[in-house]
């Protein structure tokens, strides 16, 4: 079973960590990536409210990441800054975008 490596950076604090996502092959898809949010049910749980309770879902697709949108209220800046709102996806590949107050590297 693989692990995928999540780094997080708060941008309030300056703390940085790394979470570890297990059963990777299982995660390769639309309907099954990573969900990151602020509900204790998400893979990744990060605590602002700022951050929707399932706000998106990573996921590999070919050569490719992704973000999807979960929440009609979430937004994501890509690493450029452009807003991304609920019900759109993100085209990260190895790129960092933010949730709230956390970049977020995958």
Same mark, same amino acid.
């Given at each position: ?17 790394? =979470?570890? @996502?297990?059963?990777?092959?299982? =995660? ?6 990573? @969900? ?7 893979? $990744?749980?990060?605590?602002? &409210?700022?951050?929707?309770? *399932? ?8 050569? *490719?990441?992704? @973000? ?7 937004? $994501? ?14 085209? @990260?590949? *190895?790129? &960092?975008?933010?949730?709230? &107050?956390?970049? $977020?590297?995958?």
């Amino acid at each position: 079973m693989s692990q995928i490596a999540v780094h997080i950076e708060d941008t309030r604090t300056g703390q940085v960590e790394t =979470r570890h @996502v297990d059963n990777l092959e299982a =995660r390769c898809s639309r309907e099954t990536g990573i @969900v990151i949010g602020s509900a204790e049910d998400c893979d $990744i749980v990060l605590a602002s &409210p700022e951050v929707c309770a *399932h706000h998106a879902r990573w996921y590999p697709g070919g050569y *490719h990441r992704f @973000v999807l949108l979960l929440d009609e209220d979430a937004v $994501i800046n890509n690493s450029r800054g452009d807003p991304y709102r609920g019900g759109e996806t993100l085209r @990260v590949d *190895h790129r &960092p975008f933010q949730i709230g &107050p956390f970049i $977020i590297s995958i």
